[in-house]
């Protein structure tokens, strides 16, 4: 499901949603992703293929699901117990935000 997740992005990826390139590296458990945005593109790689990702996300494929497909939006309890941990939080509404989901 996650794998089908990614594999899709680049066809929902909403062009002009972002300025500049910024680069996302996700760690869903066994699955690791980076996604390289643009203004007019989005690709997604295997693993993790920058030294330094611009927005790291770390949480559960289950979490990550509710996310994606049930519009959850996480807050800050999500943030202080660890259920979630990124290094640029607002980043991740942008991301949502470059596949028409609402941030």
Excluded at 64 to 75: E, T
């Amino acid at each position: 499901m996650i794998e089908d997740i990614f594999a899709g992005l680049p066809e929902s990826f909403v062009p002009g949603t972002v300025a500049a390139p910024v680069v996302f590296y996700f760690t869903l458990g066994e699955t690791k992703r980076t996604v390289h945005l643009s203004p007019d593109a989005c690709r997604v790689e295997p693993g993790k293929t920058v030294d330094s990702a611009d927005c790291v996300c770390k949480t559960s494929p289950e979490f990550f699901l509710r996310i994606w497909q049930d519009d959850y939006r996480p807050g800050m309890k999500d943030f202080l117990t660890g259920t979630i941990k990124s290094n640029d939080p607002g980043s991740l509404q942008t991301f949502l935000r470059c596949f028409g989901k609402k941030a």
